[in-house]
């Protein structure tokens, strides 16, 4: 089962009709890419605000149903594609919704699509409304618990409920006994679950455990005292940095092996998409290796791998694609700037281009998880076996291989965080062994001061 989640549907949408159109693909083959990539495909609610207009319940629907019929009825998508649903969470937290009224009328309308037969009842699971306090629409603690409360409350009373994600937020020292406080009254009540914020956690690199696991732990905590052993999701928004995925592969099997639970730990695609249309560079996998191709025009003819540049890796992208997938593809020998940019370099991206680019850093996500599978089987084989030497070389061939063969800093602090982490999940601790891991993952994280005026009118003039 692929691990991730292609989230961006529009943009993936109009990605399909780019290669349909330009004749380099077919529905068919677009059918088979995504057949063979990934399981699912995730689209926004909140994709539908905008900030020009006031908020309107029924308009509202109105244009998240048509989006999404769109979207997910399109032909490339309709028969591979599970559905996933987010309900708009971060569209809030920068300002879309600006009064109390509107918020509480858009929490009826993410109600009424979580029950809609072209939303809700079609997809596979939809990620609860997590009301989050980065704008100032929210003016007190006690509003945000009370928003949250009632989003849940209402979401479980829903025949739908049981497809829902609970979202659980784990990055602030201010806010995590908040937010678990509100998570620990309604877990049982949940069949998944997610957690955000940290995908801006910069000290995840440097901290003695993976900070991943820990509300993974305290919501298995809650499930075992509870004698509830029912396999569940995991999802982790906006993560697919690639030493993760393997790490969340392995976490996987040790649950597995000791708590009995399968759970599936995935992650959405954002920071592979963004990286490739905003960096111009993705990943792909050639010779056993992950490696990083650079497409900025300046840089096409420098060494990538071995003896080959950027531009030979960028033909030899194209030829897989075209070998295993059957696209038609024009690949030129060589390849110059003018064959990737409108104006020889110095213009945009040409279309089909950089909708193969995306396909291709899509396809390096599972790429991925099929090449660290075995290598964790080996790995966790070494664990529990107490056979430190083959761990440690496992553990640095898998995360090297993952961080396109560099051994650096962040990388080290993970090999030597990994073991620890494995030791915390076959400890299958308490609260109160794990309360100090907590702290100490929050600790020093940068200074939020929640409502804080000056604060929010920075926030309001750069948004």
Same mark, same amino acid.
């Given at each position: ?77 309709? *028969?591979?594609?599970? $559905? ?12 879309? @919704? ?31 409304? *997590? ?5 100032? @629409? ?32 784990? @990055? ?35 901290? /003695? ?7 993974? %732990?305290?919501? %298995? ?58 960096? $111009? ?50 690949? /030129? ?47 966790? $084989? ?32 993970? @090999?030597?965080?990994? $073991?620890?982490?494995?030791? %915390? ?39």
């Amino acid at each position: 089962m692929a691990k991730y989640v292609i989230a961006g549907g529009s943009t993936l949408n109009q990605l399909c009709k780019t290669l349909t159109e330009t004749n380099i693909s077919t529905v068919d083959k677009l059918r088979n890419f995504f057949t063979k990539t990934t399981s699912y495909l995730l689209t926004s609610i909140g994709e539908v605000l905008s900030k020009k207009q006031t908020f309107d319940k029924d308009r509202f629907i109105k244009n998240v149903v048509k989006h999404y019929t769109k979207v997910y009825e399109s032909p490339w998508f309709k *028969d591979p594609m599970q $559905k996933v649903v987010d309900s708009g969470g971060y569209q809030i937290s920068v300002g879309y @919704i600006t009064d109390y009224d509107s918020l509480y009328n858009f929490i009826d309308a993410y109600i009424d699509l979580l029950n809609h037969p072209k939303v809700g009842q079609t997809s596979s699971y939809m990620l609860s409304l *997590d009301i989050v306090a980065d704008y100032p @629409i929210i003016k007190t603690l006690e509003d945000l618990k009370n928003f949250n409360e009632l989003s849940l409350q209402k979401t479980l009373e829903n025949p739908n409920k049981d497809k829902v994600a609970l979202v659980y937020h784990f @990055i602030n020292p201010k806010l995590e006994e908040f937010w678990w406080n509100i998570i620990e009254k309604y877990v049982l009540s949940f069949k998944h679950y997610s957690i955000g914020g940290l995908v801006a956690f910069n000290r995840s690199n440097s901290f /003695p455990l993976n900070v991943y696991i820990l509300p993974l %732990l305290k919501i %298995l905590r809650k499930r075992v005292d509870n004698q509830i052993y029912e396999p569940f999701i995991f999802h982790i928004l906006g993560v697919s940095a690639f030493t993760d995925i393997a790490l969340f592969v392995l976490f996987e099997k040790a649950v597995k092996h000791f708590y009995g639970i399968d759970v599936n730990i995935n992650f959405d695609s954002t920071r592979a998409i963004r990286e490739t249309s905003i960096a $111009k560079r993705f990943q792909f996998f050639y010779d056993n290796h992950l490696m990083s191709i650079d497409y900025k025009s300046s840089l096409l003819n420098q060494r990538c791998y071995k003896s080959f540049t950027n531009a030979d890796m960028i033909v030899k992208v194209l030829e897989y694609l075209s070998s295993v997938y059957g696209f038609d593809i024009d690949i /030129p020998r060589p390849l110059t700037a003018k064959d990737i940019y409108k104006d020889n370099g110095n213009g945009s991206i040409k279309k089909h281009i950089e909708s193969l680019f995306i396909l291709a850093s899509i396809e390096s996500l599972q790429q991925t998880v099929n090449f660290v599978t075995p290598i964790v089987e080996d790995l966790f $084989k070494a664990f529990i076996n107490n056979d430190e030497t083959h761990f440690e070389q496992y553990a640095t061939y898998l995360l090297e291989v993952a961080n396109f063969n560099k051994r650096t800093k962040s990388l080290v602090h993970k @090999i030597r965080s990994l $073991k620890n982490t494995l030791n %915390l999940i076959a400890l299958k601790p308490d609260y109160n062994t794990l309360k100090p891991y907590m702290l100490r993952a929050l600790e020093d994280v940068y200074d939020f001061q929640l409502f804080d005026k000056q604060r929010y009118e920075n926030l309001a003039s750069i948004l």
